[in-house]
Structure formats: structure tokens, C-alpha cells
């Protein structure tokens, strides 16, 4: 079993509230209509699972994480926004606890990058699938990443996250290899897309440069970066202080490639 990079920081958890149906699952939206039943794999702190479960009601949508704690505040953004069609939950995603064919899609978004086995995990997706079901898969391709200005502290953090995730059994670069996962899996009815996160903004250049500067100091992640011995404090500081570059450049500009797949059982 993998383990997770990111972990559950505040500034990993200021990141993913910032996902939403639109912003991160706009390839899977035309195949939703009233009445599906929905899994959400890795659903995080439920931002994209309340937004599906307001386009499939009055179908149910169940998220499913291994952390009790952004269980925890998803059930607490269902509630206030009225969402009632949602039930969030611990799972494992290699031993789903639900009975074959019991969901009409299966969406995880992020996911298959922090897996020591991600085909395992799609082919249990795939068992969980009602026969016409669509899997939707999305992930970051971390080597496909490009900011200006180029700055060398930022090259250092790719090499450093890279080298990390790949020691905690996962794939950084999964984007491009969602296709290949997928197919090996046994689906043969595929769509394949990318889409793109772009901070060119003085609002979100700011707000991704503090995500990214506190959590190179104070996530998961940076307790991982020392503990295998592949960057010391003084290394980590560095890479914040390029973060910080970063975001007050105001010609900054960042943007995330991400792969994308719709299969149908």
C-alpha cells in the first residue's frame, strides 16, 4: 500500500475545497442526468461530490476516503448546502464494501496517482459498475507542469515532489498513463482527454503560491521529504522562498495538464 503524500494539512485542505464539478470533472459531466447513483472515489472534503450529487438527484452519490477527518467535512458541507442525496463514508478502494454492479458511475479524481497498484484499484471500480456504467478517472501529469518566470527553486520542488510520491509507491506523472491503466483494467470502451489548471491571475497566482509555500514546510509532504533524507529544512525553505518569488511575479503564470478517461462497462 502506498502512502499518501499530501496528507491532510490545512493548505492541502485549502487546495482541494478549491475543486470543484466544473473545474475538475467537466469531462464526466454530459454522461450525468437525474435518477444515477454515483461513487466518489477519494472524495476529499466533498467539494465535487455535492456538486454531482446536485446534478443526479435524486440519485444517491456516496464518497468514500480512508481519512475520518475530510469525511468529516464533507458531511459537513452536504449539510450546509442541503444536500441530502449523499452519504460519505471509509473505504478502501481495493476492497470496495459494496456489491458488484451497485453503481451507475465511478468517479475518482486524483486518486490512481497515489497507488502502489492503480489497474487493482480500476478493476474494482470496474466490478462496482452496473453493466453500461461509466468510470470517469482524472490525475495530474506532474512532469507535464510549466510556470513562468523559470525559476530554479521551483524546478527543485518538481524534482523534490517527484522523488517523494514515487518513494511513497505512486506515479506522479499518471496523467498520461490513465489510458493505459484503464484498458489494462478490461475496459475497451474508452475516451481519452485532457484538460488543463491554469493560476495567471493575481488572485489565484497568490493563493497557489501560499498553498504550495506552506506546504513545502508544513504538510505531509515536507515530514516525508526529511524522513527519506531527500531534502533537509534548509532545502524546503528554499523551495517556500521560490513559492513566495513566484507569487508576487506579476507576470506569474503556472498550469497543470491533466489527464483524463471516460470508460463504459
Known sequence: MARYTHGHSESVLRSHTWRTARNSAAYLLDDLAPGLDVLDVGCGPGTITVDLAD???????????TSHEVL????????????????????????LPYGSASFDVVHAHQVLQHLDDPVAALREMRRVLRPGGVLAVRDVDYGGMRWFPRLPGLD????????????????????????????????ADTTATASTWCYADDDTRAWWAGVWS????????????????????AALDAVAE????????????????????????
Open 214 to 233: 506552506e506546504r513545502v514546510r508544513h504538510s505531509q509532504f515536507a515530514e516525508h521529504a526529511l524522513e527519506l533524507g531527500v531534502a533537509d529544512t
Open 55 to 65: 446534478i443526479v438527484a435524486p440519485g444517491r452519490v456516496v464518497g468514500v476516503d
Open 156 to 187: 527543485e520542488w518538481l524534482d523534490l515532489y517527484q522523488q517523494v510520491a514515487r518513494r511513497n509507491g505512486g506515479e506522479p506523472d499518471a496523467g498520461p498513463r490513465l489510458l493505459s491503466w484503464v484498458r489494462e483494467a478490461g475496459f
Open 242 to 265: 521560490a513559492w513566495r518569488e513566484w507569487g508576487a511575479a506579476e507576470d506569474g503564470w503556472f498550469a497543470m495538464v491533466h489527464g483524463e478517461v471516460v470508460a463504459r462497462r
Open 72 to 95: 468529516l467535512k464533507a458531511s459537513e458541507l452536504a449539510a450546509a448546502r442541503g444536500v441530502s442525496n449523499t452519504l460519505f463514508e471509509p473505504a478502501d478502494v481495493f476492497d
